[in-house]
């Protein structure tokens, strides 16, 4: 029916974009995070996660299948009922626009303390929005066709990265194998789910694809590329730093500021992090898209670019406002983010699904 | 908000009674020389008068009254501009034929007369007979010569033009070290020879339209049917047709009139002087569109990589080609950015320089009064001066440009220490960056970016550059050139075309044409014909051996 967009976007490019959703925030926090709960299985547990990823996208795809062609606040009415589904509209628009402004803060935080500690924080968080902003704008082909060029330099940085430190791994430091048994592997994997479970946007983007049948396929590979990076970007975290990861912040950057190669390329996490502004703007300008299309779905407008402004404004004050300080986000991300990730990554979905298949709701399948 | 001060300023000019604009319709082709649509008169001196009344002033076009040595002679005349006929053409094919037919011919019937001149007389391969006295009109100014019979309801135009043009002469802009050394030319029927000359097919179309209500430009629509996507040509064919205006003097005119998206620095169309550059566009499937009076061509439609590319590309070895397109990729990239990652480099992440060469460079600043920004600024801006002085200037004085810039702004400036040397140097890797890559429109776009860039640069360092490159990045995403993406061939990426990229694969494997363009028939040539040696036995070499020493 109704999804407000002409644009469409192939199989291989979902997949990439899926692939952004997650990749750039995760690659830098998840190693301290995980390392800190693991020890030396923190790596094993990336298995943990890739399965929950599985679960997300099946549940997404599943529900996303049933109304081809459909946004999610357009068929949650269908399903809910007029009142109820309205009411999942404006909780994602919620939900979504909460995220973003962690996503914004948690990179804008990144930038302050291993960049520029002098700048307002409210400069990078502008700055980041208003791209993403005018990507919006666009339309989605623009954003899948920008994520393409912009995936390849993140690999490219990811590469890079871990070649030049290879040099620094000692094998002591994955020493003793499997540390704490199988508990502590999934408890590693634990926080994590909150990242990998991002994957649900695919329940927004599907109507967007060329063909809907694709979708499943693509998140399916795209978290599985996702858990083997994310797992050897563990693996070289704990290989170079050992347990005393857990205490950085930001471990790959750390592993960044190791580089030296023949007394010349020294210090070159500057620019690799400049390569990495590029991967958070895409992640966001997506992540900005489904609230945009939420919006516009839930309240029936005929053109989302008005709303994009508007929100764009209270994404950049959240971001600022949402944590007192850089300690306070990382409480938040080891502590709170699993469970309340889980709730409207899995439960909501979940729910969703279970009433369509209960109350028969659309589809050929099921 | 905006669109209330649109609508201001909008009225505002609407307002202004000054102006003698309609807004809403221009005026084309308001009839030549302002007579109206009219036959052909029987009288030859009642169309003399017309003509002489339309040509009123202009003392360019001949009237040449004589008889036709029949028996009973016949009254004739022929108009022409003069300059724009062969002058051969018109005596001996002509006024020659016609006038020393003394004795021949004993008698005429009276309503034969065209026929006759047309079909015996006159051995010219192009005649017309027409009977329209504005096409006429038209006929003479592009040049060609109108015979008017008397007695008779229609003249004959004879195509007898030729005027002076330059040769065909080594193209300027984009010479070669190896590859063929024509150019273009301002005549439109020597281009399109050129072109023909190169793909011998009767599936090589060549359609001609006009433009300009004045300037009545000869545009030629060229494309390889089955090849190009037939919806290119419509549409290439429908913005032209919407153009609604005085002249057309350069493709430049045209270019702006119908690429996709006007708010861009980024050249959507490709203009090109080389006829081999054109044949191989052509048999890629892209429209090529030759104009007269100017000897550049425009192609369409092309992505932002078509302007990295050099004609040469495709005539030296895959290996150097490959190379030399990594260099320009550098290149690109250089004067995009040198400037302001340097700029971003001195001013926040000193980190990042390795500390003998953070000392050296602090050293040499230390006596510089400006920020590395203004520095910079400075520098850039005299370059772009003294870049357009030099072309500018009359070719006798370019030398004292080469001084002037050298000596004065260079040494003296470092000298005096106004500017450091580092950023001397930044300058001059930068202009031999932007002066490599091959076409002058795209090279130039990225030099006005470089500057918007250094601002962001000196605001924000690194993060600055990159949020300016991702603002570029969305910008060259959202760029379509005749419906192809501007990046195509990276994003969306497109496996195939990856080929000829910044990688070109060697001739045998460019097996397919372009996806994005060329798709209604994809393939180009045989299936692999890797070229190796015959296969021989070692019995046979023997045996050449041994002949050989026989």
């Known amino acids: ?366 | 908000m905006f669109n209330v001060l649109r609508r201001k300023i909008k009225t505002t000019l609407g307002r202004n009674k000054d102006l003698q604009v309609s807004h809403q319709k221009f005026k084309h082709g308001e009839g030549s020389g302002g007579i109206e649509q009219r036959p052909v008169d029987s009288s030859l001196q009642k169309n003399k008068q017309v003509l002489q009344q339309v040509f009123n002033n202009c003392i360019d076009v001949k009237f040449r009254e004589f008889e036709l040595g029949t028996a009973p002679p016949v009254n004739l005349m022929i108009v022409y501009m003069d300059g724009m006929v062969s002058t051969t053409d018109i005596h001996v094919s002509t006024l020659n034929r016609l006038m020393l037919l003394n004795g021949l011919m004993e008698e005429i019937t009276p309503g034969d007369t065209l026929n006759l001149i047309k079909n015996k007389l006159l051995p010219l391969a192009e005649i017309k007979e027409e009977s329209d006295l504005i096409k006429i009109v038209d006929g003479i100014l592009a040049g060609e010569t109108v015979l008017f019979i008397d007695g008779e309801r229609n003249a004959l135009l004879l195509g007898a033009k030729g005027w002076e043009t330059r040769a065909v002469a080594e193209p300027e802009s984009e010479p070669v070290v190896r590859g063929p050394r024509e150019g273009f030319t301002e005549k439109l029927l020597t281009n399109t020879v050129l072109v023909r000359r190169r793909i011998k097919s009767s599936r090589l179309k060549v359609e001609l339209t006009q433009v300009g209500a004045l300037s009545k430009t000869e545009i030629a629509i060229m494309y390889i049917e089955g090849i190009t996507n037939s919806k290119v040509v419509e549409e290439v064919k429908k913005r032209l047709e919407r153009i609604k205006t005085d002249a057309i003097l350069e493709t430049g005119y045209i270019e702006e009139y119908i690429q996709d998206e006007w708010k861009t620095p980024f050249p959507t169309i490709l203009s090109t002087e080389r006829p081999d550059r054109v044949a191989g566009h052509l048999l890629e499937g892209h429209v090529v569109l030759l104009v007269d009076t100017t000897p550049f061509a425009l192609i369409m439609p092309v992505t932002f990589f078509h302007f990295l590319f050099a004609a040469e590309d495709y005539y030296a070895s895959y290996q150097v080609s490959t190379f030399i397109r990594l260099l320009r990729l550098a290149a690109v990239n250089i004067s995009l950015l040198l400037p302001s990652a340097y700029i971003a480099v001195v001013t926040f992440h000193q980190e990042m320089i390795p500390t003998p060469l953070l000392i050296s460079i602090a050293a040499a600043r230390e006596g510089v009064p400006f920020p590395a920004f203004v520095e910079a600024f400075i520098m850039e801006a005299t370059f772009e001066l003294l870049r357009e002085a030099g072309v500018r200037l009359p070719r006798q004085v370019g030398q004292a440009i080469s001084i002037v810039g050298a000596l004065v702004i260079g040494q003296a400036a470092v000298s005096a220490g106004l500017i450091s040397p580092a950023m001397v140097i930044v300058v001059a890797l930068t202009a031999i960056a932007s002066f490599s890559i091959p076409n002058y429109s795209g090279a130039i776009s990225l030099r006005i970016l470089r500057f918007p860039i250094m601002m962001l640069a000196a605001s924000l360092g690194l993060f600055g550059i990159m949020a300016g490159l991702m603002g570029l990045l969305i910008h060259l995403c959202s760029l379509r050139s005749f419906g192809v993406p501007y990046i195509s061939p990276i994003a969306p990426m497109v496996r195939g075309d990856l080929k000829d990229f910044i990688l070109r694969a060697p001739r045998w494997a460019m097996f397919t044409r372009p996806r994005m363009i060329g798709y209604k028939e994809p393939q180009r040539q045989e299936y692999m014909q890797i070229p190796r040696p015959p296969k021989t036995n070692a019995a046979n070499k023997n045996n050449d051996a041994g002949n050989d020493k026989k």
Request: charged share 15%; hydrophobic share 55%; proline share 4%.
């Open chain 1, 1 to 366: 029916m109704k999804i407000l967009e002409e644009g469409k976007i192939s199989g291989s490019q979902f997949m990439w974009l899926l692939v952004t959703i997650v990749l750039p925030t995760a690659v830098l926090f998840i190693p301290a995070v995980s390392i800190k709960n693991a020890g030396t299985s923190s790596w094993v547990s990336e298995v943990v996660t890739t399965t929950w990823g599985f679960v997300i996208i099946w549940i997404s795809a599943t529900l996303g299948e049933r109304f081809p062609g459909r946004g999610l606040a357009d068929y949650s009415t269908d399903i809910l009922g007029k009142y109820v589904g309205k009411f999942a509209g404006v909780f994602y628009i919620f939900i979504l626009t909460y995220v973003n402004a962690i996503i914004v803060r948690e990179f804008g935080e990144f930038l302050l303390s291993a960049f520029m500690p002098a700048t307002p924080l409210i400069v990078f968080n502008m700055t980041l929005l208003v791209l993403a902003a005018s990507a919006v704008r666009n339309g989605i082909e623009v954003i899948a066709r920008m994520n393409q060029f912009v995936v390849s330099l993140m690999f490219f940085a990811l590469i890079f990265i871990f070649s030049l430190v290879f040099g620094e791994i000692n094998p002591k430091h994955l020493t003793p194998l499997f540390e704490g048994g199988i508990k502590s592997i999934i408890h590693g994997g634990l926080t994590p789910m909150g990242w990998r479970g991002e994957l649900f946007l695919t329940l927004i983007l599907m109507p967007y694809l060329n063909n809907y049948k694709e979708a499943r396929v693509a998140g399916y590979k795209a978290n599985l590329l996702l858990g083997l990076v994310l797992g050897f970007d563990i693996f070289m975290v704990l290989a170079v730093f050992g347990k005393a990861a857990a205490h950085y912040v930001f471990p790959v950057h750390a592993l960044a500021t190791y580089i030296s190669v023949a007394g010349f390329l020294e210090r070159v996490e500057a620019f690799i992090l400049a390569l990495w502004v590029a991967g958070v703007t895409v992640k966001v300008a997506i992540w900005f898209y489904c609230i945009t299309m939420v919006t516009a779905q839930t309240f029936n407008l005929k053109d989302y670019k008005p709303v994009v402004l508007p929100l764009a404004v209270i994404q950049v004050v959240w971001s600022i406002t949402i944590y007192d300080n850089i300690r306070e986000m990382v409480e938040f991300f080891t502590k709170t983010w699993i469970t309340f990730s889980a709730f409207f990554e899995f439960f909501v979905p979940l729910t969703i699904l279970l009433v369509a298949v209960v109350r028969k709701k659309g589809g050929q399948r099921g």
